[in-house]
Structures are given as structure tokens and as C-alpha cells.
């Protein structure tokens, strides 16, 4: 059935283009972002790097629905999903050519994870890569046009579901997150409390507004009658009415700051003896490394929901775990002490500025002590039961779509090496 399929390199069949080096003399706060290996993996958020539009030339622009391929460290094959922005080296944007299918071209890419995982185990350097040379020297069987895009439409179709549980996922921790903000962070429901106390000290209404003025320009008496109106009564209730000093400056009274470790159990994931890139038979437990999944495994490390950093290469993503995973000796795992803690403790985590707990010198490094001692400012526990209640409806419907898209996964990659392997003509299917 695969007569009609030739053979070709991979470098025969698009052209690679590396990003940018971007040196950081070129950094801005108020530019266009530059995408690394890590914006891949956890998306564009404070600690991306930006750079002036006029530094970017044509050929290291990035722009949404862009295939891309890290060839250094964390290889990976990659849809880019955002907006325009500056492609930084280690990466290539890759383009298909004339005969080949761009969305096909990822699926072949894709099925070479392995090949390209032993070329980088195989560099004797501090962090191994894929070269051009690799990408020659790999072979490839190529169907004609039309199969091509057959294929690429089967598997599209479990991609396209991915992406939009993706976004809906997405959706509902900006929600999470919004809310973890609003009282722990900028202590809202504490901030309206407080100004309506200085008005209620106050003789007449233009006094109290002078007041609440002087002490928090944001939150004038009209708008704490709406924000409270707006607030379950029950709520309001929970929070203090004044904030007062600590080690991490005003808090809410009552509420104590505590370390990570008193808090949460901390340890480092370890090395298996095996691992697969794409997941097949016994090896469908994933892999977890500091920038995301990278891989399959026979069985669990954990079974029980984390929270995972990376330790080693990358630092900076934390990512919430509730299903069997295997975390790789380049992440440090955190078990929340109760369940009320766990999705506080993780939200929190995108508050820490890991950049500054950097111990490395040839490359990011992050130590459980450093991660232990890290400051907390933790509320009394029935603002954490009702924060948690709150919150626990969202990270379920999370873990949910999660699921699904690991189930869809699982199917793509199972029907990824049969659908290449040129046996069954895909143009007849459907």
C-alpha cells in the first residue's frame, strides 16, 4: 500500500530557521516578547523577556499557528499559540515545502522524538541538541500530497479537541487565579473592610471620604458599597477590617506568614531507568521534567496530586499534578499537608520570583532549602476552607478536561506510527 512513498531527510522537507540571540542589553519592560524554550512549555507571563519591535528582523518573527522546533535541551516539537512576537535561538520556525504538508510535517517531526532524544543523549556537551547535520542524516518515508494531508486531518481532528480544552483550562485558572489575587494579594475584601471602618469613625460623609481617601486612594466609600454588595455576606464576614505590619509588609490582621516548608512536604523526583518519548504498550505514565511532560514511563513515581518546579535547566514553571506521574530528577515536588492547602500552595507558587533563588553558573539551579524557606502569607483557616471550596469547582473541571486530553493523547500517538508507516492507504478512510 506505501509503493507511492518516497524517501527523503528531514531536512529535505522544510526550512529551518533559528531564532534570534538576544543579548540582554536589548531588554525593554514594554516590548514585544521573546519566545524561548521555556515560553513553549508554560506560555508568555511576567518573566518572558521583551525586546523593541525594531530589533526584530523578518525571519525571527513568531507568529500564532507557527510550527516550531526546540533543538537544544528540551527538544520538543512545538505549535506556538499567541501573538506576535521575537523567536529566540535554540528554536527553529519551521516551513514546509512546496510537496509537503505543514500540518503533516509536524506529525513526522513528531514521530522522531526518539531519534532525536538519542542524538541528544549522545552530545558530549553540558546540554545536548539536534543539528542540521542530525536532521540530515534522518530519514524519513513521505506519501503524496493528498495522503498526506488525509493523515494529518485524522490526527488534527484529536488536536484540535486538545487545543480547546487547552483553552478552556486555561480559562478557568485565570479565574483561580483572579480570586487567589484579589484576597491574598491585593487583600480586597481586607482593603473595602478597612475603609468602611474610617468612615464609620467619622462624623459626616465628606470626612469619611477625606479619610478612606488618605489612607487607600483606590477604595473610596462608593466603591466599597459596591464591592461588598457584590461580596456573599458570609464572605465578608471571614476577613479582618485593618491590616497590620509583618516581615512581608501590611497583612491582614490574624493572618500569619509562614514558610514553604512548614507547609508543604518538598523533595527532589529522580531518574527512571526507562523512558519512552511517544506512549505505547506499558509505558503510559508521563514523564514530568521542569518544563512540562517529556516523555512516557511503566509506572508512577507518585500517585498522589503535587506540585512540580523545575530544579535543574529551566526554573520558573510550576505545574499542578493530580493524576500517577513519574517527576524527573530535574524537579523538585511539593505534597501540600492538606487538601485545602494544595491549589493555595500552587497558585502562591506563581508569586516567587525563582529567577532570584538561582544558584547556578552554567546553568539555572534551584535547591529544595532555598524552595523550603520560601515566605507565605497564609490566612486563617476558614478563609483557606472557603477560598478552597470556592476553587475546588474550577481545578475539577481542570483535571477533567485534563483527562480527556491525556485520553485523546494517548490515541493520537497510537495512531501516529501506523498511520506513517505507509501499511494502510488513509486515503480511503472516511
Known sequence: MGNEWSAHSLYELADYVNGRATKPSELVADGIPVIKIAELHRGISDRTNRIPVKSVRDRHWVRNGDLLFAWSGSVGVHVYRGPDAALNQHIFRVVARDTIDQRFLRYLLSAQMDTFQAFVENKKTTMGHVTVRDLKATSVRVPPLPEQRAIAHILGTLDDKIELNRRMNQTLEEMARALFRSWFVDFDPVRAKATLRQHDLHANEQEAIAASNSQDSEWTVERVRAYLDALDPQIVDLFPDRLVDSEL?????????????????????????????????????????GNGPMGFVAEALVDFPIMLTGRVGTLGSVFRITAPCWPSDNTLIMRANSTELFNFLFLHMSTIDFDSLNRGSTQPLLTQGDLKVQRAITPTGDVLDRFSELTADLFDKIDRGRRQSQ????????????????????????
Open 249 to 289: 509588609g501590611k497583612i491582614p490582621e490574624g493572618w500569619e506568614v509562614k514558610a514553604l516548608g512548614d507547609m508543604a512536604d518538598i523533595s527532589s523526583g529522580k531518574r527512571p531507568a526507562r523512558r519512552v518519548s511517544v506512549a505505547d504498550g506499558e509505558m503510559q505514565i508521563p514523564l514530568w521534567g
Open 407 to 430: 485520553s485523546l493523547r494517548l490515541i493520537r500517538d497510537c495512531l501516529l506510527p501506523w498511520l506513517l508507516s505507509g501499511e494502510t492507504q488513509v486515503r480511503s478512510i472516511g
